[in-house]
């Protein structure tokens, strides 16, 4: 089946520890993202990556950091610098381009990662 | 900052009624797009609607876009209790960002 998987589904960090969050797609799209979503509230973009070996910072990117070695794969590390970091974690990938002409195209979205401190 | 705001924060209408929900949003846009959640889910896509289209439709769902008015608005025609959800409206930009900016939801409950 294609898709984009998030796991762990539920994860619970000790103050002070990083931890890292994990998105996958084999739907072969070039763009992925990472957003947060604390109650009640809507999304907000950690960070975002149009290519491989390339991201950008997102609105609130402060306590995080990505990497982006493969096509199929954006992990998330939340750091011991995030100092509110309980929230829920949603990662989304979408086409950007094809061949060079950029595209008005939908997100597909995991089922999210549900980040406690304990 | 988020650039999307929604009215109404919550909604709750009973089944077989319309429901219509407002997106606004603050730059100059390539599209605006609709997405739902259920609770503690992720996003579903529902419907895109490009910057040069002022409606659409997709079954129930029907869109509206005024770019003089950067606002959007979505209904639902003759809601059933499954659309019970939250609705978000997210804009693609027409700047260096290439990100979905989200508006701050509508929250709908449809009572059987």
């Known amino acids: 089946d294609g898709g984009i998987t998030q796991s762990p589904k539920y994860l619970f960090r000790k103050e002070g520890q990083n931890v890292t969050l994990s998105c996958e797609q084999n739907l072969n799209h070039d763009a992925m993202y990472w957003y947060r979503q604390d109650p009640g509230q809507g999304l907000r973009l950690i960070y975002y990556?149009?290519?491989?070996?390339?991201?950008q910072k997102g609105d609130i990117a402060e306590g995080y950091s990505v990497s982006r070695e493969k096509k199929e794969s954006f992990p998330l590390t939340v750091t011991s610098a995030q100092k509110n970091p309980t929230a829920f974690y949603l990662c989304a990938s979408s086409r950007r381009r094809d061949r060079g002409v950029l595209l008005n195209t939908e997100a597909f979205f995991g089922q999210g990662t549900r980040l406690t401190v304990v | 900052s988020q650039q999307g705001e929604e009215d109404p924060q919550a909604l709750s209408i009973q089944e077989g009624e319309n429901a219509t929900m407002n997106c606004s949003y603050k730059?100059?846009?390539?599209?605006l797009q609709w997405y739902r959640q259920n609770s503690g889910r992720g996003l579903v896509h529902l419907i895109l609607?490009?910057?040069?289209?002022r409606e659409k439709h997709s079954g129930r769902l029907r869109v509206t876009l005024d770019t003089s008015k950067k606002s959007s608005s979505l209904l639902i025609t003759a809601s059933r209790a499954a659309d019970t959800a939250s609705y978000f409206c997210a804009n693609d930009m027409d700047t260096g960002r290439r990100a979905l900016t989200f508006g701050s939801g509508t929250r709908l409950q449809v009572q059987p």
């Open positions: 609607i490009r910057s040069n289209e």
């Open positions: 730059t100059s846009i390539n599209n």
């Open positions: 990556s149009q290519i491989v070996n390339d991201f």
